[in-house]
């Protein structure tokens, strides 16, 4: 089992930046590939990044590549998720994943431990 537990987010205007973290407890939190998503309201639930477990591959969707980056500290059992550039559309609820496999996933089934959360608004 991995717990998460997801900090950072806020309110923040446009053109503003946040860092998001993601704290992880129970099994060894370099074991295992982890990824960031987001529910805008109203939306479905879409990937925002992910990184493999070395931290030598990451991905982005196309809508935060070259403002987003993911990020993790194995030694300190955390991920990041650096948010630069940030738009009105950013705003929605942030959750890191964590999945089994040594690589990338891009689809939420892919995934086993979820966070609980944390609101990003951004403001025009």
């Known amino acids: 089992q991995v717990q998460l537990v997801e900090s950072g987010g806020g309110l923040v205007q446009a053109g503003g930046s946040l860092r998001l973290s993601c704290a992880a407890s129970?099994?060894?939190?370099?074991?295992?590939?982890m990824g960031w998503f987001r529910q805008p309201p109203g939306k479905e639930r879409e990937f925002v990044a992910a990184?493999?477990?070395?931290?030598?591959?990451?991905y982005y969707a196309d809508s935060v590549k070259g403002r987003f980056t993911i990020s993790r500290n194995n030694a300190e059992n955390t991920g990041y998720l650096q948010m630069n550039s940030l738009k009105p559309e950013d705003t929605a609820v942030y959750y890191c994943?964590?999945?089994?496999?040594?690589?990338?996933?891009?689809?939420?089934?892919?995934?086993?431990?979820w966070g609980q959360g944390t609101q990003v608004t951004v403001s025009s």
């Open positions: 994943a964590a999945h089994g496999g040594s690589g990338i996933a891009v689809r939420g089934f892919q995934y086993n431990y």
């Open positions: 129970g099994r060894t939190f370099s074991s295992y590939g």
């Open positions: 990184i493999s477990w070395s931290g030598g591959i990451t």
